[in-house]
């Protein structure tokens, strides 16, 4: 029960923001850029898949109430690459 409410919260929430992902994501790089005082950072882009990846992983396994085949048809993977990903986040065993 708690479950469905926290999924609709999520559902409802989405829907108030209108800003779409990728300009979250601009916003969160600079302001990561913004904190590192100079410094030029490292690995990036490992950095910013890995951040991303895990939650979007989660959520739509979630949407799918844990259903692998599913998941790995909307995120348009296949499902052994989609274990191998929910390994390497320790979403899976």
Partial sequence: MAQKKNKKNKEL???????????????ALDQYFSTLNGDR????????IGEVERPLFKAVLDYTDGNQSQAA???GINRGTLRKKLRTYLLIR
């Fill in 13 to 27: 929430k989405s829907r108030k923001s209108k800003k779409p992902l990728c300009k979250h994501t601009e916003e």
């Fill in 41 to 48: 950072p490292g690995d990036l882009y490992d950095l910013v």
């Fill in 73 to 75: 048809g909307i995120l």
